[in-house]
């Protein structure tokens, strides 16, 4: 007896976690992870990283990479299934104990709505029900959920594909502002900053609602969401403290909009980053590849301030609040080339910190220097 009461218990609980998973996964607007969802996503990147590893050209990691995220979720559906299934399974044999075979059948039958396996007694029949339903409504989530989730990447990639005329590829900062002067169009870099600001906000509430696509790759290999971030905030930071033109405050708001979707995004995935920085912490950007980037906009005709000292702290004060989660997230994602982003997050630069299960964030987000 207390062995049926045991295994309904903890059927009933496997039940739960499944359910809970879809809930957190699917239909709760904000950042709640499951730890199903986690160690489904987890085993499935390893397996996915282990055959991207197997070549050295990007092409070959590319591709492979690009299967990952959709393999994911599929793979998480696939686990809600056999949940359900394993759950009502222990349900059926505590409630009739006709072998492991039968209830496999009985519960199979039920959760495919198949009904080719005949249940007797009200309060099974009831059960069966429930399973049905649960089944069904697992179906009509990733329905649901795959539209949603398409949506939101295609709004993404409207930017990051046209930061490709604008700032070349692979994307460069440097390129985007040589191009902004030579098309007399620097006076118009606000209404750039202003798109992506909106585009950092897009992104960060999508990225948290539908963590896969965080790994969803864009159509060209080249091009990638961390990279495109990267550019934007390194043009923002370069226009405000090294380009001698009248100060844009909307860049200073792109670059706080974008280094807080770059935080909570790092947050739902557990990578640790200062949550405070001060304007003189060390940054992965060197004052020799700095000095390099302004004697090359120096040449090309843009006006630089006379005090480069001053503007190599002011830029370096900039990109503190943003490096490290901006280098996590691009060796995270298996990023392609591009300078002062994913070119500095390879395997032989050290692997982002992640915190423990349960460990709640220690960043707070209404701190930051720079602005």
Same mark, same amino acid.
């Given at each position: 007896?207390?062995?049926?009461?045991? &295994?309904?218990?903890? +059927?009933?609980?496997? $039940?739960?976690? !499944?359910? *809970?998973? @879809? /809930?957190?996964? %699917?239909?709760?607007?904000?950042?709640?992870?499951?730890?199903?969802?986690?160690?489904?996503?987890?085993?499935?990147?390893?397996?996915?990283?282990?055959?991207?590893?197997?070549?050295?050209?990007?092409?070959?990691?590319?591709?492979?990479?690009?299967?990952?995220?959709?393999?994911?979720?599929?793979?998480?559906?696939?686990?809600?299934?056999?949940?359900?299934?394993?759950?009502?399974?222990?349900?059926?044999?505590?409630?009739?104990?006709?072998?492991?075979?039968?209830?496999?059948?009985?519960?199979?039958?039920? &959760?495919?709505?198949? +009904?080719?396996?005949? $249940?007797?007694? !009200?309060? *099974?029949? @009831? /059960?069966?029900? %429930?399973?049905?339903?649960?089944?069904?409504?697992?179906?009509?989530?990733?329905?649901?959920?795959?539209?949603?989730?398409?949506?939101?990447?295609?709004?993404?990639?409207?930017?990051?594909?046209?930061?490709?005329?604008?700032?070349?590829?692979?994307?460069?900062?440097?390129?985007?502002?040589?191009?902004?002067?030579?098309?007399?169009?620097?006076?118009?870099?606000?209404?750039?900053?202003?798109?992506?600001?909106?585009?950092?906000?897009?992104?960060?509430?999508?990225?948290?609602?539908?963590?896969?696509?965080?790994?969803?790759?864009?159509?060209?290999?080249?091009?990638?969401?961390?990279?495109?971030?990267?550019?934007?905030?390194?043009?923002?930071?370069?226009?405000?403290?090294?380009?001698?033109?009248?100060?844009?405050?909307?860049?200073?708001?792109?670059?706080?909009?974008?280094?807080?979707?770059?935080?909570?995004?790092?947050?739902?995935?557990?990578?640790?980053?200062?949550?405070?920085?001060?304007?003189?912490?060390?940054?992965?950007?060197?004052?020799?590849?700095?000095?390099?980037?302004?004697?090359?906009?120096?040449?090309?005709?843009?006006?630089?301030?006379?005090?480069?000292?001053?503007?190599?702290?002011?830029?370096?004060?900039?990109?503190?609040?943003?490096?490290?989660?901006?280098?996590?997230?691009?060796?995270?994602?298996?990023?392609?080339?591009?300078?002062?982003?994913?070119?500095?997050?390879?395997?032989?630069?050290?692997?982002?910190?992640?915190?423990?299960?349960?460990?709640?964030?220690?960043?707070?987000?209404?701190?930051?220097?720079?602005?």
């Amino acid at each position: 007896m207390l062995t049926r009461i045991l &295994l309904a218990i903890g +059927g009933s609980f496997v $039940i739960g976690v !499944a359910v *809970l998973s @879809a /809930v957190r996964t %699917v239909i709760l607007p904000r950042a709640a992870a499951s730890l199903l969802s986690r160690a489904v996503f987890r085993t499935v990147r390893r397996f996915f990283r282990f055959i991207a590893s197997r070549r050295s050209s990007f092409e070959w990691s590319d591709a492979v990479m690009a299967m990952f995220a959709p393999v994911g979720l599929l793979t998480l559906v696939a686990s809600w299934l056999a949940f359900l299934m394993g759950g009502f399974m222990a349900i059926f044999w505590a409630a009739e104990q006709q072998g492991w075979t039968e209830a496999f059948h009985q519960s199979g039958s039920s &959760l495919f709505t198949l +009904g080719f396996a005949p $249940i007797d007694g !009200a309060w *099974l029949q @009831a /059960v069966s029900f %429930v399973e049905a339903a649960l089944g069904l409504g697992m179906i009509a989530l990733l329905i649901t959920y795959l539209p949603s989730l398409y949506l939101a990447f295609s709004r993404r990639e409207t930017l990051v594909a046209l930061l490709e005329v604008r700032a070349g590829s692979p994307p460069s900062a440097v390129e985007m502002l040589e191009r902004f002067h030579r098309i007399g169009w620097i006076g118009r870099l606000t209404d750039v900053w202003q798109e992506w600001e909106v585009w950092f906000a897009e992104v960060e509430e999508s990225h948290t609602t539908y963590p896969v696509l965080t790994f969803y790759r864009s159509p060209q290999p080249e091009r990638h969401w961390v990279t495109a971030a990267g550019t934007v905030l390194d043009g923002a930071a370069l226009t405000l403290s090294t380009l001698d033109v009248p100060w844009q405050p909307q860049a200073a708001l792109q670059i706080r909009a974008g280094f807080l979707a770059l935080r909570r995004i790092a947050d739902f995935f557990g990578i640790e980053y200062d949550p405070d920085p001060s304007p003189d912490d060390p940054i992965s950007i060197s004052r020799a590849e700095y000095d390099e980037v302004v004697d090359q906009l120096e040449q090309v005709g843009l006006p630089i301030k006379p005090d480069r000292d001053q503007a190599w702290r002011d830029f370096a004060g900039w990109r503190v609040n943003y490096d490290t989660p901006l280098l996590s997230l691009a060796e995270m994602t298996l990023a392609p080339y591009a300078p002062w982003t994913s070119d500095r997050s390879a395997p032989d630069h050290r692997q982002p910190k992640v915190r423990r299960w349960g460990r709640r964030s220690r960043a707070r987000h209404s701190g930051g220097s720079g602005t």
